[in-house]
């Protein structure tokens, strides 16, 4: 999380699970608001999203990071 945050200049990050010990230091530490769906919202969420591009850590997938 940390070299995500410091590498990438991302805004916020969303995500369904806890986080850990080090990733909420690591965004507390970045200021980096953490945005928890709740299950079955990501289908909600990817009906707005109009285009996407892989900006970092593509061999991840599709936890890769988009813009």
Do not use: C
Request: glycine share 8%; aromatic share 8%.
């Amino acid at each position: 999380t940390d070299k995500v945050l410091a590498e990438t200049g991302l805004f916020a990050m969303v995500g369904k699970a806890e986080r850990g010990p080090a990733a909420i230091a690591s965004i507390v530490r970045h200021k980096t608001p953490y945005l928890a769906a709740v299950g079955g919202a990501a289908y909600l969420i990817s009906k707005s999203i109009k285009a996407a591009r892989i900006v970092a850590f593509e061999d991840l997938g599709m936890e890769a990071i988009y813009e």
